[in-house]
Structure formats: C-alpha cells, structure tokens
T-cell receptor, first 115, second 115 residues
Framework: AQKVTQAQTEISVVEKEDVTLDCVYETRDTTYYLFWYKQPPSGELVFLIR??????QNEISGRYSWNFQKSTSSFNFTITASQVVDSAVYFC????????????FGKGTRLHILP | EPEVTQTPSHQVTQMGQEVILRCVPI?????FYWYRQILGQKVEFLVSFYNNEISEKSEIFDDQFSVERPDGSNFTLKIRSTKLEDSAMYFCASIRGGQGKETQYFGPGTRLLVL
C-alpha cells in the first residue's frame, strides 16, 4: 500500500528563517513519482515539483530546495529565507507508475511565516 | 499556458439534491481525475477516467457518484443525492498520457457546501 506521512502538522517561523518540511513515503513500486504542492489560503493546488524515483539529485529552485533520500524514503522540502507569502499548507504526494497515475497525498503541513 | 477550469467555483445545495460539478481539462489530455478535500484535511483521490470509462475509483466513490465526459471538452462529477459529509472542495485534474510522464494539472476547485 502507498502512504505519505507528513509528521509536522503545523510550523511557525519568523520571516527570513529557513524551514524544512518533512515527508516520508511508503510504496512497493520500484518506479514512482514524488510531488510537492502548495495550497495558499485561496484554496488552489499549486504544483511545485515532481521527482522521478530514479533521480536522487537534489534540486534547487530559487529559495526552494528538495532533498530526496531513497534510502530513508524521504523527500524533504526546504524554504530558505522564508517570506510571509510562503504561508500556506504544503502537501507532499506520491504516484505510482501504473497507467492511472492517481496521486496519494499526505495530510499536509500548515506553514505560518510570521513578520 | 493551458489550464484546467472548473465551474462553478462555489455551490451551495440542500441535502438530498443532485449536483453536477463541471471541469474542462486541458484539450489534448486523455486521463482525467476527481479529487476531494474536506475542509482542513488532505486531498483524497476519488476516481480516474480514461477512454470513456472509469479506470479506478476509491472507496469514497460510491453509487451516489458518477462521472461522465458528455462531449469532447467537459468532464463532470455528479452526486445524485448529496449528504452533509459531501461538503468539500472538489478538484479536477488531467494529464496527457499515462505512465507518469506528465504532471497532473489541477483545476482551481469547486467548493461544495451541503446544508
């Protein structure tokens, strides 16, 4: 069975601090995709990243970076120099490689960036 | 940039009424999905649809739910007799092909409130 665990329900940091959101996943598939989505207060799901299970290189996009560790089944997300606009709920998610590609979401981490 | 659209953005209905949520996936996409997010909870997979039939559905997707692609552009989710617990945000998503080669594009969601 597939499962995504985001142990941090809610995090608050002061603006300009760095913050890491944890994600641990379970799957029996050897090939899968991992995702992060941002859900701002307006409610839409904003795609941030998709990572193939064969690609363990870390990725950086501006202030965002992702650390994929297959050995520990983790796909953590770090925001550097956080800003108030980063306040949102962040979902980690997993999809398998069958043709349906349904996405299994974690419960989300609510991030508060305090001015 | 093409995007998934959903109508209405908000819908309020009385318990027991039928509702139809509409989605227009990206035009060359072939796989379509509905997800549900009860307020404050995670996003949950409901159903996937390919080649004019359901390819997978979750246990949430019971006999009260149905999906349809009535023409070449729309993809609808019907709830026959709404219950209070159907109140949620409903997201439509689509991808061009299977095998996880594409990112799922989510619509902005329809917020359904059942009174």
């Amino acid at each position: 069975a597939q499962k995504v665990t985001q142990a941090q329900t809610e995090i608050s940091v002061v603006e300009k601090e760095d913050v890491t959101l944890d994600c641990v996943y379970e799957t029996r598939d050897t090939t899968y995709y991992l995702f992060w989505y941002k859900q701002p207060p307006s409610g839409e799901l904003v795609f941030l990243i998709r990572r193939n299970s064969f690609d363990e290189q870390n990725e950086i996009s501006g202030r965002y970076s992702w650390n994929f560790q297959k050995s520990t089944s983790s796909f953590n997300f770090t925001i550097t120099a956080s800003q108030v606009v980063d306040s949102a709920v962040y979902f980690c998610a997993l999809s398998d490689q069958n043709r349906d590609d349904k996405i299994i979401f974690g419960k989300g981490t609510r991030l508060h960036i305090l001015p | 940039e093409p995007e998934v659209t959903q109508t209405p953005s908000h819908q309020v209905t009385q318990m027991g009424q039928e509702v139809i949520l509409r989605c227009v996936p990206i035009s060359n996409h072939l796989y379509f999905y509905w997800y549900r997010q009860i307020l404050g909870q995670k996003v949950e997979f409901l159903v996937s649809f390919y080649n004019n039939e359901i390819s997978e559905k979750s246990e949430i997707f019971d006999d009260q739910f149905s999906v349809e692609r009535p023409d070449g552009s729309n993809f609808t989710l019907k709830i026959r007799s709404t219950k209070l617990e159907d109140s949620a945000m409903y997201f439509c998503a689509s991808i061009r092909g299977g095998q996880g080669k594409e990112t799922q594009y989510f619509g902005p969601g329809t917020r359904l409130l059942v009174l």
